[in-house]
């Protein structure tokens, strides 16, 4: 797939919900298993939520930062990956938590896509966990 057109949006959780939840569904629940229940956890509608939107207006990405600096819920639809989406919405994330004046941000990352955040200066803390039956390993940025 050639590089499509697409540009990051800030999402609103009422407004954007059925985009935001294809996309986590069709990626977490469905392609990971992750159980709903672990996956809907309650913490959407305090959230900021950014997604990748294609030229036919179509979302195609997500992920979420928390007031607490925590980047959480990156997901992008599989014919979108390798085209430097998740970096751009990892970037919008960061650049927003800046604005609200955090100086660090951290997230749960799975161990396949741990090196995709030590190329964004995350580096690694503890010990690596099971979420959802994945392995993951805690990462934190100063921003």
């Given at each position: 797939?050639?590089?499509?057109?697409?540009?990051?949006?800030?999402?609103?959780?009422?407004?954007?919900?059925?985009?935001?939840?294809?996309?986590?569904?069709?990626?977490?629940?469905?392609?990971?298993?992750?159980?709903?229940?672990?996956?809907?956890?309650?913490?959407?509608?305090?959230?900021?939520?950014?997604?990748?939107?294609?030229?036919n207006?179509?979302?195609?990405?997500?992920?979420?930062?928390l007031?607490?600096?925590?980047?959480?819920?990156m997901?992008?639809?599989?014919d979108?990956?390798?085209?430097?989406?998740?970096?751009?919405?990892?970037?919008?994330?960061?650049?927003?938590?800046?604005?609200?004046?955090?100086?660090?941000?951290?997230?749960?990352?799975?161990?396949?896509?741990?090196?995709?955040?030590?190329?964004?200066?995350?580096?690694?803390?503890?010990?690596?966990?099971?979420?959802?039956?994945?392995?993951?390993?805690?990462?934190?940025?100063?921003?």
């Amino acid at each position: 797939m050639s590089r499509p057109d697409i540009r990051i949006v800030s999402a609103s959780w009422p407004q954007d919900q059925a985009a935001i939840f294809l996309i986590r569904e069709t990626v977490f629940v469905h392609e990971q298993s992750v159980s709903p229940e672990l996956e809907w956890d309650g913490l959407d509608a305090d959230s900021h939520h950014v997604l990748a939107i294609d030229a036919n207006n179509i979302a195609v990405g997500t992920g979420r930062l928390l007031a607490n600096g925590h980047i959480g819920r990156m997901a992008v639809l599989v014919d979108y990956r390798q085209l430097g989406i998740g970096s751009r919405l990892l970037l919008t994330l960061i650049d927003h938590a800046k604005k609200q004046s955090l100086t660090e941000v951290w997230l749960n990352a799975q161990v396949h896509a741990s090196g995709f955040y030590l190329q964004h200066g995350f580096m690694t803390e503890g010990e690596e966990f099971l979420d959802a039956g994945i392995p993951h390993l805690t990462m934190r940025k100063i921003i």
